[in-house]
C-alpha cells in the first residue's frame, strides 16, 4: 500500500492555501474594469408591481444602469426552472409557475428581486438602490404550508390552483390498509419537520465578464456544480450557447445543497455584464443569503405504524404537506417525493408502505435541497415512529430495531429502492458497546442526584445516495444524467493532472482522489493535482450533492486509470520487448513476469510522448484517457448514532451531553475526513434538533433573518464526539464506496429527540428542542423533578 | 477622502478611504488581503477577525479611520512568507481543523488571541466557550477545538518570540 493511498488519514494537500489566507473564493477575484451590482428587493410577501421608477437613481454618481424585468424579458433571457419532473396521483404533471430571474408583474415573496443597480463602487450600486422607487399593490399572503391548500387562501400562481404544485404518491394503499386492520398497536404522530437556512459561512457571489470581441461570458460563481449551471443558463436562460459560456467554481466555501441551484442573482450578473460592456460583481450579503439562498426542510407530516404484538413492522402510512416557498427550484420537487418517501422503509423489513405528498406554493423563500435533502425528513418520520411505538410496546428501544431489522441482502422494500449490503445489527452492537449502554441507567441515577433529567435516544438510520444511475434517474422524472467523468493527464515527466466533474468546497477532493491515483500508480500524492470547477478545463461533471463524489466521482476515476494503465502497459511492453500480456504493473514499477527486467513509472511515462520506440501508426502516443462512469445502483451507507442529553428542569435547557455514531461508508479513502464529515453532519444535525429555525410572521416577513435571530449552533452546543465504523463494501461500484456526507444531518435530529422525550416523558416535542420548548412540554407532562431511584 | 496611517503585516500602510470604509475592506480592496473573510453583517459569525495591536477584533465592525496608529495582523501576516506555519496554524492542518476553509483565518486568529489570555493549557470547554463568537458550519467543531488546543501547547514550547505573534 501506498503511503499516501486508499485508507490513509493523510493531511490535507489544500489546507496550506487555506491556512495562510491564500484560497481564491469568488469574491477575492476581481476583474479589471469591474462594477458592482445592487438587487432591489420586494419587502412584501406578496403584491402586484404597479410601476418601478428608477429616474433618480440613474442619475446618481457612479451609476452605470438600473436594469428591471420587462427590460430582462425584453432581451429573451428566459426564466429560472426546475429540473425534475413529477405527475400527481392523477397523472397530471407538477404546475412550475414562471420564474423570471428579475420579477416583472408580481413579487411572490420578500426578497424577490425586482431591479438591480449597476454602479463603479458597491457604496454607489446601495445608494441608488434606495431610490430606486417600486410601487407595490400588496395582496394577502400564505405562509404556512398546512393552510395553503384550503379553500378561500389567497393564490400565487394562475398555474396552480389552490397553491397545490402536485399531490404525488407511493405504494400500495389497499395493502397499507389490510396491514391496520390487521395491527395489534398503531403509534401516530404529527410532526413538523422544521424549516431551516442552509447558512454556508462564505456567502453566495457571482462575476461575470463580457468579452464584446469574442462574445462569450465568463462566470466565477458560488457553484457546487458549474457544469449544471452553464447548461441551464444556457439551455433554459438563452444567455449564450454553452460553448461561449465559461463558469468557474473556485474555492467555495461550504455548500450542503445551497450552492447546487441555479439563482437569478448569477443570471442577472451575465445579462448586466452584457448590457454595460463590463465585469459586473455581486456579493451576497447575510441578510440577503437568509431571504434568498434556497431553505431546507418545512414539512407537515402525520404519520402512522402498525405492528403486531411483539413489535413487528407491518405498515407505514404517511401523509406530508411540502412547502416548496414561492417558486421551484432545480432539484424541489423531488427532494420530498423520491428522496424522501423511498426512503420510509428504514433499515426495516417492512411489507407496506403507502406515503402521500402534497408539495405546495407560499409566499416564502425557495425550499430544495438542504443536506440529506429529504432522507432527514424521512430518517425521522421511521425513527420517531420506531421509537414511541417501542415505548408504547414496552420493549427496550434497541431490541424493538433489531426484531425489525432487514438481515438479507440484496433486499427490495416496497418503496423502490434495493438495499445491496449491509449489517445493521453489527453498526447497532458496536454503537451500544461504545455508548455504553448497559450503564445508561446508572449514569440516569447520578444526573438526577444533580438535579438533571437524563434521556438516550437512537436513530438507527439509512439514506441512499451516490446519485445516481442515469436511467432511473430519468424514469423518475429527472431531467438529467447522474454519471460523473474524468480525465486523467499523465505527462511526460509522469506527474498526473486529473481533471474531475466533481467539486469540491470542503470536502478535500485534492487530497483524498490524489490518494487513489496514489494507491494505483505507486506515486506520491504530490504529484497529483486534482482539476475541478471550470467548464473550461474540465469535460463535464454534475457537480457534488448526494454524497456522490466518492462513489460516483472515483468509479469515473477508476474507470480512467484503468485505460491509463493499459496503455502504459503497452507502452511498457514495446521499452521491455516483451508481450504486452506479460508486462505486470506494481508499486509504479512495470516488469515482466517471471523475469528482472523492468521500467519505472517515469519510464513509461516520457516514452508514451517522445514515441522512440513504438510505432506511432499502431500505438497512439500519450498517455491521456477519459471517462464517463455511470452508476448501476444507488449506495446504502447506513448505521446508528445514540444520544445521551441532560435536561435541566428548571429551565427546559437540553444538553448533549454524549454522542455515538458508527457508520458503515463501505470502504474508506481517508478516515480523517470521514470523520470530520460526521462531526460536520451531525453538528447540522444537531442544530435542526435543538435551535435552528426559520420563522415567517403571518405577514411573510422572515423574523429569523440573521445570525442575531437565527440560532446557528456554537461551538458549546456539542460535546466531543465519539465515532466509529463497521464494513459492507458497496457491491456496485470499484472501490467499495457509499458516501459519507450527508448521513451526519441525516441520523441525527431524531437522536436528540428521542432522547430529549425519553427523559420528559412525554412525546409532545417540536423541533427545534428549544428549552422553551421543552419546559412548556415538561409543564404537561409532570416530570418536572427527576425521580432519583 | 480621508487619510489613515497604520502598520499592516510589520508593513506601514498609508490609504486614503472613504470615511465609511471599515477595517475589512481596506484589507481585502485597497491592500488585496483576501484572506480576511465576510461571513456576515451583524459581527457574529467571526469570518473577519485579525489582530489589532495584538487583540482580536471584528475588523467588519471597525472603521478604517479609527486605526491611525494601530497594529494590524491579519492571517497572511502570521507566518513569515517562505517561512515555517505558525504553530496555530500547523494544528489546524494537522488536527483537520478545517473543511471549506472560510472561517479558518478568523478561528485562527481567535485562538492565538486566546492563547494570548489563557495560556497554553487550554481545556475543551474553555475553547469552546471562547469560541462564541466565531461560526463554523462544515466541521462541527470538534477539530477546531482538538486543533486549538494541539496549537496552544505547541505555541508554549516555541521561542517566545514567534510564540507571541
Redesign the interface.
Known amino acids: 500500500m501506498s503511503a499516501t493511498g486508499i485508507g490513509v488519514a493523510v ?2 494537500k ?10 481564491h ?1 469568488t ?2 477575484i476581481n476583474r479589471p474594469g469591474q462594477t458592482y451590482a445592487y438587487f432591489v428587493r420586494s419587502p412584501h410577501a406578496h403584491a402586484t408591481i404597479k410601476s418601478i421608477d428608477s429616474k433618480q437613481a440613474s442619475s446618481m454618481p457612479g451609476v452605470l444602469a438600473v436594469l428591471n424585468g420587462a427590460e430582462l424579458a425584453a432581451d429573451k433571457i428566459g426564466n429560472l426552472i426546475c429540473g425534475w419532473m413529477i405527475h400527481s396521483k392523477d397523472g397530471s404533471p407538477m404546475k412550475m409557475a414562471p420564474h423570471p430571474a428579475l420579477a416583472s408583474s408580481k413579487v411572490c415573496h420578500v426578497g424577490d428581486p425586482v431591479a438591480v443597480v449597476i454602479a463603479e463602487t458597491l ?1 454607489q450600486a446601495r445608494d441608488a438602490g434606495e431610490k430606486v422607487n417600486v410601487d407595490y399593490g400588496e395582496l394577502p399572503a400564505i405562509i404556512d404550508p398546512a393552510q395553503a391548500q384550503r379553500p378561500g387562501a389567497p393564490q400565487i400562481h394562475e398555474i396552480a390552483p389552490n397553491n397545490t404544485i402536485y399531490q404525488w404518491h407511493i405504494g400500495d394503499p389497499a395493502g397499507v390498509d389490510a396491514a391496520f386492520k390487521s395491527a395489534a398497536h398503531v403509534t401516530k404522530l404529527d410532526i413538523i419537520n422544521n424549516r431551516l437556512v442552509p ?5 453566495r457571489a457571482a462575476l461575470a465578464d463580457y468579452d464584446t470581441g469574442n462574445e462569450t461570458f465568463t462566470l466565477w460563481n458560488t457553484s457546487q456544480n458549474p457544469h449544471v449551471a452553464r447548461l441551464v443558463i444556457s439551455a433554459f436562460l438563452g444567455m449564450a450557447p454553452e460553448h461561449k459560456l465559461r463558469v468557474i467554481a473556485p ?4 455548500g ?1 445543497g445551497s450552492k447546487i441551484f441555479i439563482y437569478p442573482e448569477e443570471v442577472v450578473a451575465l445579462w448586466a455584464s452584457r448590457r454595460v460592456g463590463r465585469p459586473v460583481k455581486w ?1 451576497s ?3 440577503e443569503a437568509f431571504l434568498v439562498d434556497a431553505h431546507g426542510r418545512d414539512h407537515v407530516t402525520h404519520a402512522e405504524m402498525a405492528l403486531d404484538a411483539a413489535g413487528k413492522i407491518l405498515g407505514i402510512r404517511v401523509k406530508t404537506i411540502a412547502n416548496l416557498g414561492a417558486y421551484m427550484q432545480v432539484f424541489s420537487s423531488a427532494v420530498p417525493t423520491y428522496l424522501y418517501a423511498t426512503l420510509l422503509s428504514g433499515q426495516y423489513q417492512i411489507s407496506q408502505i403507502y406515503c402521500e405528498v402534497d408539495a405546495v406554493y407560499t409566499n416564502t423563500n425557495s425550499v430544495d435541497a438542504y443536506r440529506g435533502a429529504g432522507r432527514p425528513e424521512a430518517t425521522f418520520v421511521v425513527e420517531r415512529l420506531v421509537e414511541v411505538a417501542a415505548r408504547e410496546l414496552n420493549i427496550d428501544p434497541a431490541e424493538m430495531r433489531r426484531r425489525n431489522f432487514v438481515k438479507t441482502f440484496p433486499h427490495q422494500t416496497p418503496v423502490i429502492f434495493a438495499y445491496d449490503a449491509g449489517d445493521y445489527d453489527a453498526s447497532l452492537k458496536k454503537a451500544l458497546d461504545l455508548a455504553d449502554y448497559k450503564g445508561f441507567a446508572k449514569r440516569k441515577r447520578e444526573a438526577a442526584r444533580h438535579g438533571k433529567l437524563r434521556g438516550i435516544g437512537f436513530s438507527t438510520y439509512i439514506e441512499a445516495c451516490g446519485l445516481a444511475p442515469s436511467q432511473a434517474v430519468g424514469a423518475l422524472g429527472g431531467g438529467v444524467g447522474q454519471w460523473e467523468s474524468c480525465e486523467v493527464r499523465v505527462n511526460p515527466t509522469g506527474s498526473i493532472e486529473v481533471l474531475v466533474g466533481s467539486h469540491a ?4 477532493h485534492e487530497t483524498t482522489f490524489a490518494q487513489v491515483v496514489s494507491e494505483r500508480f505507486g506515486v506520491p500524492i504530490d504529484s497529483v493535482s486534482i482539476v475541478h470547477g471550470d467548464t473550461d478545463k474540465v469535460q463535464f461533471g454534475m457537480g457534488t450533492y448526494g454524497s456522490r463524489s466518492g462513489a460516483v466521482g472515483m468509479s469515473a476515476l477508476v474507470k480512467a486509470l484503468d485505460k491509463v494503465e493499459a496503455k502504459a502497459k503497452k507502452v511498457a511492453a514495446h521499452l521491455l520487448e516483451a508481450a504486452e500480456g506479460d508486462i505486470e504493473f506494481k508499486d509504479g514499477n512495470f516488469s515482466v513476469a517471471g523475469t528482472d527486467k523492468s521500467v519505472p513509472w517515469g519510464g513509461v511515462t516520457l516514452n508514451a510522448y517522445i514515441a522512440h520506440k513504438f510505432n506511432g501508426q499502431e500505438l497512439e502516443p500519450g498517455l491521456k484517457e477519459t471517462s464517463f462512469y455511470d452508476p448501476t445502483n444507488f449506495t446504502f451507507p447506513a448505521g446508528c448514532h445514540i444520544c445521551e442529553v441532560e435536561v435541566d428542569p428548571e429551565t427546559g435547557n437540553a444538553e448533549i451531553v454524549a454522542w455515538t455514531a458508527v457508520d458503515d461508508f463501505g470502504v474508506i479513502i481517508n478516515p ?2 470521514v ?2 464529515q460526521i ?6 444535525g444537531i442544530g435542526q434538533a435543538l435551535c435552528e429555525g426559520a420563522v415567517y410572521d403571518q405577514g411573510g416577513q422572515l423574523v429569523t433573518g ?3 435571530d437565527y440560532a ?1 449552533p ?3 452546543y ?1 460535546p ?2 465519539t465515532v466509529g465504523t463497521t464494513l459492507t463494501k458497496c457491491p456496485s461500484n470499484p472501490l467499495g464506496i457509499k458516501g459519507c456526507g450527508e448521513a ?1 444531518a441525516i441520523a441525527s435530529p431524531p437522536a436528540v429527540i428521542n432522547a430529549i422525550t425519553n427523559a420528559i416523558g412525554t412525546e409532545d416535542i417540536a423541533m427545534p428542542a428549544t428549552p422553551q420548548t421543552v419546559w412548556a412540554a415538561l409543564q404537561k407532562s409532570g416530570r418536572s423533578l427527576p425521580h432519583a431511584a | 477622502m480621508a487619510a489613515v496611517s497604520l502598520t499592516v503585516n510589520g508593513k506601514p500602510v498609508t490609504a486614503d478611504v472613504d470615511p465609511r470604509t471599515l477595517l475589512v475592506q481596506l484589507l481585502r480592496e485597497n491592500l488585496r488581503l483576501t484572506g480576511t473573510h465576510v461571513g456576515c453583517d451583524t459581527s457574529q459569525c467571526g469570518a473577519c477577525v485579525v489582530l489589532v495591536d495584538g487583540k482580536a477584533v471584528k475588523s467588519c465592525t471597525v472603521l478604517a479611520l479609527q486605526l491611525e496608529g494601530a497594529d494590524v495582523l491579519s492571517i497572511e501576516g502570521l507566518a513569515p512568507a517562505n517561512g515555517p506555519l505558525h504553530p496555530m496554524q500547523e494544528a489546524f492542518r494537522e488536527n483537520h481543523g478545517l473543511q471549506c476553509g472560510f472561517c479558518t483565518p478568523g478561528m485562527i486568529l481567535t485562538a492565538v488571541d486566546l492563547v494570548r489570555r489563557k495560556g497554553h493549557e487550554l481545556d475543551d470547554r474553555t475553547i469552546r466557550e471562547e469560541l462564541e463568537g466565531n461560526i463554523c458550519r462544515c466541521t462541527g467543531y470538534h477539530n477546531i477545538v482538538k486543533s486549538i488546543a494541539a496549537g496552544a501547547r505547541a505555541m508554549g514550547s516555541v521561542p517566545a518570540s514567534k510564540a507571541a505573534e
Open positions: 493531511r490535507r489544500e489546507d496550506q492555501r487555506f491556512i495562510t489566507g491564500k484560497g473564493y469574491d477575492d457604496a447558512n454556508a459561512i462564505e456567502p474555492d467555495v466555501g461550504g450542503f456579493v450579503d447575510r441578510s468546497h470542503g470536502q478535500g480523517m475526513i470523520e470530520g462531526h460536520g453532519g451531525v453538528a447540522q440573521s445570525f442575531m446557528m456554537r461551538a458549546d456539542f466531543t464526539m451526519g
